[in-house]
C-alpha cells in the first residue's frame, strides 16, 4: 500500500512541476524578443569557444563579429534618427570586439554578450552625420 501512495504522489508531483514547466514557458513565449542570435546567448557558455587569437578563422569567432556588426549598424540607425550622430564601424575591429565581449562575459559570465557590445558603443567616439530623422519607416 504505501509503494502505491508513493507511486501516487510522484506521479502528482511531477505533474504539478510539468505544469509550472509549461506555465514558464508560456510566459517567456509572450515576452517579445527583441534581439536574437549569439549576442544574447548566455556568456558561460560562449567564454570557451571565443579564441581572439584564432581571428575570424575560428568559426564561433565569426558568428559573434558578423552578428556584431549587424547590431552596431542596427545600433546607428537608431543613434542617427535620435540625435544624427554614428559610431564608425571600422572602429570596432574584431580584436576590439572580440576581446572586448570575452573580458565582459569573464567577468560577468551570467551576463549576455550583447552587454559588452553596448558598452563598447556607449564608449565609442560618435561623429557627426548629416541625416534626416524619420526618412526610414519600417512602421507602413
Given at each position: 500500500?504505501?509503494f502505491?501512495r508513493t507511486c501516487?504522489?510522484?506521479a502528482?508531483?511531477?505533474?504539478?512541476l510539468n505544469?509550472?514547466?509549461?506555465v514558464?514557458?508560456q510566459e517567456?513565449?509572450s515576452?517579445?524578443?527583441v534581439?536574437?542570435?549569439?549576442?544574447?546567448s548566455?556568456?558561460?557558455?560562449?567564454v570557451?569557444d571565443?579564441k581572439?587569437?584564432?581571428?575570424?578563422?575560428?568559426?564561433?569567432n565569426?558568428?559573434?563579429?558578423?552578428?556584431a556588426?549587424?547590431?552596431?549598424?542596427a545600433a546607428?540607425?537608431?543613434?542617427?534618427?535620435a540625435?544624427?550622430?554614428?559610431?564608425?564601424?571600422n572602429?570596432?575591429?574584431?580584436a576590439?570586439?572580440?576581446?572586448g565581449?570575452?573580458?565582459?562575459?569573464?567577468?560577468?559570465?551570467?551576463?549576455?554578450?550583447?552587454?559588452?557590445?553596448?558598452?563598447?558603443?556607449r564608449?565609442?567616439?560618435?561623429l557627426k552625420?548629416?541625416?534626416?530623422?524619420?526618412?526610414?519607416?519600417?512602421?507602413?
Amino acid at each position: 500500500m504505501k509503494f502505491g501512495r508513493t507511486c501516487v504522489a510522484l506521479a502528482l508531483a511531477t505533474a504539478c512541476l510539468n505544469g509550472f514547466a509549461q506555465v514558464a514557458a508560456q510566459e517567456n513565449k509572450s515576452q517579445p524578443l527583441v534581439t536574437q542570435g549569439i549576442g544574447a546567448s548566455n556568456c558561460a557558455k560562449l567564454v570557451a569557444d571565443l579564441k581572439p587569437a584564432e581571428g575570424l578563422n575560428n568559426p564561433v569567432n565569426l558568428m559573434l563579429y558578423s552578428w556584431a556588426q549587424g547590431y552596431v549598424s542596427a545600433a546607428n540607425v537608431s543613434l542617427l534618427e535620435a540625435g544624427g550622430k554614428h559610431v564608425d564601424i571600422n572602429t570596432l575591429d574584431e580584436a576590439k570586439v572580440l576581446n572586448g565581449v570575452l573580458e565582459y562575459c569573464k567577468a560577468n559570465p551570467t551576463g549576455r554578450p550583447v552587454s559588452a557590445l553596448d558598452e563598447l558603443i556607449r564608449k565609442a567616439t560618435k561623429l557627426k552625420a548629416k541625416w534626416d530623422a524619420g526618412t526610414i519607416s519600417w512602421d507602413n
